[in-house]
């Protein structure tokens, strides 16, 4: 993968206005962010339960990214990463750790439907809760239950999110290549932000950080001349931005219109628009850990 991953201290900063073409965030602040948009959205929602039960595990994973931010700083002084991150058997004690934390703080606050979902993880033999584990950070959830994907990859997105905050690498992008997938660790986009300074970065769905990306080209094929924005009403912050070369779509949220947007929380409450789209034929190429249940 031709991607430059260049240490702090060795890249020279060619941009003077404070354009960055990384962005990385503080895991416990966007968890925290994440569920109280997560509760906002309930309030005024067709889905209002399945929204409130994403911001009860994004909320327990703001209090993981506290808890665990020493061990994985730890983790990372202590093993040699290869970017973009990808999991290998020393992730899994860390994990496993987290899954525990995760499961015995959510079974005291969830419904019978959860708790139902930790039992059948918690009887799971350690080959399978590793197969899927990998098969989750590989961009391939079609590979594991959609109703325990939620749950397990809340881990896996705790864990890459403090290990690229802990390491805070720079990243510039090599001339010519599109970079669909986050370059730390080949997570799939959540959606498309964009920021107040009108510049447009893609959202990891695994590890939080956000990439830049021009505007009005697709983010999957990088065709500029089929591209849509499709949403509700014109006044939308949320849209989809689709495109006729490649037949996919991924939301597009303006922040200069409503700075609160969450890339996860806004899409999975914009459910409306990709119905609408599936008619159409067209396919989502963002990823959302809480929609795998919805969309089977
Ligand atoms: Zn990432
Ligand atoms: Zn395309």
Known sequence: MSVKILDKNTIVKQNSDGFTPLIIGD????????????????????????????????QLQAQLAEDFAAPVAQFVQTHELAWPLTLNSDWFPLLEQMLAQLSTSLRLVASDDIVKIIDAINELDSDTLHHYFTALQHNQSERVP?????????????????????????????????QHTCPLCG??????????????????????????????????????????LQSETLE????????????????????EKQPNLDPIADDLATLVLDQK?????????????????LMQ
């Not at 966007?30 to 569920?35: C, E, H, L, P, Q």
């Not at 789209?277 to 249940?293: D, K, T």
Request: net charge neutral.
């Open 27 to 58: 895991p416990a602040t966007i968890f925290s962010a994440r569920a109280a948009r997560l509760r906002e959205l309930a309030k005024d929602s067709f889905m209002a339960d399945y929204l409130l039960v994403a911001g009860q595990i994004v």
């Open 146 to 178: 959609a109703d325990l994907a939620i749950i397990l990859f809340a881990c896996i997105n705790t864990f890459t999110s403090l290990m690229v905050k802990t390491t805070a690498l720079e990243w510039q992008p090599e001339p010519n290549v599109k």
């Open 277 to 293: 789209l599936s008619q159409s034929e067209l396919y989502r190429n963002g990823f959302n850990p809480f929609l795998l249940p």
């Open 187 to 228: 997570g799939a986009p959540a959606a498309s932000m964009i920021k107040g300074s009108g510049h447009r970065y893609l959202h990891c769905s695994q590890c939080e950080a956000e990439w830049h990306r021009l505007r009005a080209e697709c983010t999957q094929c990088a065709d500029g001349e089929n591209i849509q």
């Open 236 to 255: 939308d912050a949320v849209r989809a931005e689709t495109c006729g070369h490649c037949h996919s779509y991924l939301k597009i949220l303006f922040l």
